[in-house]
């Protein structure tokens, strides 16, 4: 089946670490975005890709990095800039806006 | 500048009882609109879209929605709820061909036995 695979779904950090969290897709869909969710606050974008090598700034992107090499790949970068990690992050993809955005499971990270 | 509010961002009604949950955009425009569920610790599962063909909408576990143009609404409704609706459920709005869906701030709804 078709979907977005987020990968780990539990991921802790200590403080001054970068680290990785993995979103892929086999649904050939050509844009991908990657949204933050604090309690209360809905989803605020980090990030987002139209097309490979190439993205563009969120609304909080301090404190991220990115990358689109591979259609099917968008990973995520929270780099030790970030100053408040600690959230839930949500990937998700669009064929058109019509349609609709897939999503992945998401991955919670945790600053100890 | 283009938006999506949802009136409540928390909404407790009793088991069997009718759910309503509110969204409203701003275009004079017909958008694109989208109902999404999310259950905890869980990415968001599309429940019902508007795209033009029809202004009520059926989707899954029985809700509803009705896209009424003169109030730029897309209120979501469910006749009858379940334990199992308990979740947070977000609006969003593609205002055009093209552009990034705008999401409204969620409303989490909970269900009283």
């Known amino acids: 089946d078709g979907g977005i695979t987020q990968s780990p779904k539990y991921l802790f950090r200590k403080e001054g670490q970068n680290v990785t969290l993995s979103c892929e897709q086999n649904?050939?869909?050509?844009?991908m975005y990657w949204y933050r969710q604090d309690p209360g606050q809905g989803l605020r974008l980090i990030y987002y890709?139209?097309?490979?090598?190439?993205?563009q700034k969120g609304d909080i992107a301090e404190g991220y990095s990115v990358s689109r090499e591979k259609k099917e790949s968008f990973p995520l970068t929270v780099t030790s800039a970030q100053k408040n990690p600690t959230a839930f992050y949500l990937c998700a993809s669009e064929v058109g806006v019509n349609y609709g955005y897939t999503f992945g499971s998401g991955t919670r990270l945790t600053v100890v | 500048a283009q938006s999506v509010t949802q009136l409540g961002s928390h909404v407790s009604v009793s088991e069997g009882a009718l759910v309503l949950l509110r969204c409203n955009y701003s275009?004079?425009?017909?958008?694109?609109l989208f109902w999404y569920v999310q259950y905890p610790n869980q990415g968001l599962q599309l429940l019902l879209k508007?795209?033009?063909?029809?202004?009520l909408v059926k989707g899954i576990n029985g809700f509803e929605a009705e896209f009424k143009k003169s109030e730029t609404s897309f209120h979501l409704t469910k006749p009858s709820a379940h334990m199992s609706d308990a979740a947070e459920y977000f609006c969003?709005?593609?205002?055009?061909?093209?552009?990034?869906?705008?999401f409204g701030g969620g409303t989490r709804l909970m269900v009283k036995p």
């Open positions: 275009s004079s425009v017909p958008p694109y």
């Open positions: 969003a709005v593609g205002f055009k061909a093209g552009n990034m869906l705008t």
């Open positions: 508007y795209t033009s063909a029809a202004t």
């Open positions: 649904l050939n869909h050509d844009a």
């Open positions: 890709s139209q097309i490979v090598n190439d993205f």
